[in-house]
């Protein structure tokens, strides 16, 4: 199935779940706050957040700095 994942068309398997995407992106061990179709999702719901054809996801990276 294909969503959008910052605002690029990406392929994905059905049924992935939020923490699905994000191994299979590489980005299992950032901090991140993550989108879908304009509302957070907890990091407490990524493995049950199933994504559906046509979401938009917005993952962003915290960085630190000092």
């Not at 304009?38 to 999702?41: T, W």
């Given at each position: 199935m294909q969503i959008i994942v910052n605002g690029t068309p990406?392929?994905?398997p059905e049924r992935i779940?939020?923490?699905g995407l994000i191994e299979q992106?590489?980005?299992g061990d950032r901090r991140l706050a993550v989108e879908v179709n304009?509302?957070?999702?907890p990091r407490s719901q990524f493995s049950e957040?199933?994504?559906r054809?046509?979401?938009s996801v917005e993952i962003i990276h915290a960085v630190g700095g000092g």
């Open positions: 990406t392929d994905v779940s939020m923490s992106l590489g980005l304009r509302e957070l999702v957040h199933e994504l054809t046509g979401d």
